[in-house]
């Protein structure tokens, strides 16, 4: 017989297995002067079985046990399923009902909030930085030797400064991250929202060198890109600090087009 639990019921000790929340009703009727077969041969009684073990899917001869025997006083009697022990203290009197409600539910929602509260997986823990920039260095130094990655691109310089950074600071108080932003000019205009078709490519991008060089003293730097299946030069321009002065370029020349295209 598993763990026993005793309610105090105006000094009658009503038994209660923990395991399970089977109720002696031999203690219960004492506790209230009432006789346990006489609630059998209740037609609502019957009623009440039949219906409560199709619900729980429990047979009416395992809802309610009779033990005559045992190695302890407290294992003999008629013992009963939880909700069968409710319904008998309602059928006993109304101050016991309302006790029972209270007593003997209290170990029934006990066991059903009892939650196995899943370990939370360990988060995954990364190199100390100096490992990771030390294991950066020699996949920079791998990329060039193995695809000729040109880290004078101050596009590819732009991207791995960041990568640097974010190791650098990892666990530290952020600092901003580059500002520079390389771009084509068909590229920056597309993100301005237009449409440049590859016949209007040419010559925006002779307009935006001609601008760069008049603005700034310097050549745009240039990369090499696939182009329509053909490897093409393409001036970039950092449009964090020339942005204003090549949005004009793109809305003079493509207005223009515009312009002739409605004429």
Same mark, same amino acid.
């Given at each position: 017989?598993?763990?026993?639990?005793?309610?105090?019921?105006?000094?009658?000790?009503?038994?209660?297995?923990?395991?399970?929340?089977?109720?002696?009703?031999?203690?219960?009727?004492?506790?209230?002067?009432?006789?346990?077969?006489?609630?059998?041969?209740?037609?609502?009684?019957?009623?009440?079985?039949?219906?409560?073990? $199709?619900?729980?899917?429990?047979?009416?001869? %395992? +809802? @309610?046990? !009779?033990?005559?025997?045992?190695?302890? =006083?407290?294992?003999?009697?008629?013992?009963?399923?939880?909700?069968?022990?409710?319904?008998?203290?309602?059928?006993?009197?109304?101050?016991?009902?309302?006790?029972?409600?209270?007593?003997?539910?209290?170990?029934?929602?006990?066991?059903?909030?009892?939650?196995?509260?899943?370990?939370?997986?360990?988060?995954?823990?990364?190199?100390?930085?100096?490992?990771?920039?030390?294991?950066? $260095?020699?996949?920079?130094?791998?990329?060039? %030797? +193995? @695809?000729? !990655?040109?880290?004078?691109?101050?596009? =590819?310089?732009?991207?791995?400064?960041?990568?640097?950074?974010?190791?650098?600071?990892?666990?530290?108080?952020?600092?901003?991250?580059?500002?520079?932003?390389?771009?084509?000019?068909?590229?920056?205009?597309?993100?301005?929202?237009?449409?440049?078709?590859?016949?209007?490519?040419?010559?925006?991008?002779?307009?935006?060198?001609?601008?760069?060089?008049?603005?700034?003293?310097?050549?745009?730097?240039?990369?090499?890109?696939?182009?329509?299946?053909?490897?093409?030069?393409?001036?970039?321009?950092? =449009?964090?600090?020339?942005?204003?002065?090549?949005?004009?370029?793109?809305?003079?020349?493509?207005?223009?087009?515009?312009?002739?295209?409605?004429?």
């Amino acid at each position: 017989m598993s763990e026993i639990v005793q309610h105090d019921y105006n000094g009658f000790l009503i038994s209660q297995r923990k395991s399970d929340g089977y109720t002696c009703l031999t203690d219960m009727a004492k506790a209230t002067n009432r006789k346990v077969a006489k609630y059998f041969e209740l037609k609502s009684t019957e009623a009440y079985l039949e219906g409560l073990s $199709a619900d729980v899917q429990i047979r009416i001869s %395992e +809802l @309610v046990e !009779i033990s005559k025997g045992g190695n302890k =006083v407290n294992d003999q009697g008629t013992w009963a399923h939880p909700e069968i022990a409710i319904d008998f203290a309602r059928w006993c009197s109304v101050p016991f009902r309302i006790w029972a409600n209270r007593a003997l539910r209290l170990l029934i929602e006990a066991k059903e909030i009892q939650v196995e509260v899943e370990a939370q997986p360990q988060p995954l823990q990364l190199p100390p930085a100096d490992v990771r920039l030390k294991e950066c $260095a020699n996949a920079f130094r791998d990329l060039q %030797e +193995l @695809v000729g !990655i040109d880290f004078n691109n101050p596009r =590819v310089q732009q991207h791995y400064q960041d990568v640097i950074n974010n190791i650098v600071l990892d666990g530290q108080k952020k600092l901003p991250l580059s500002k520079d932003l390389w771009m084509g000019i068909v590229e920056f205009a597309e993100t301005l929202g237009y449409k440049v078709t590859p016949k209007q490519a040419g010559p925006l991008g002779k307009r935006a060198k001609a601008w760069f060089v008049e603005t700034t003293g310097k050549a745009p730097y240039e990369e090499r890109r696939l182009v329509n299946g053909r490897m093409c030069p393409v001036k970039l321009y950092n =449009v964090a600090e020339h942005g204003d002065g090549l949005s004009q370029v793109v809305r003079e020349y493509l207005g223009e087009i515009e312009g002739k295209a409605a004429a």
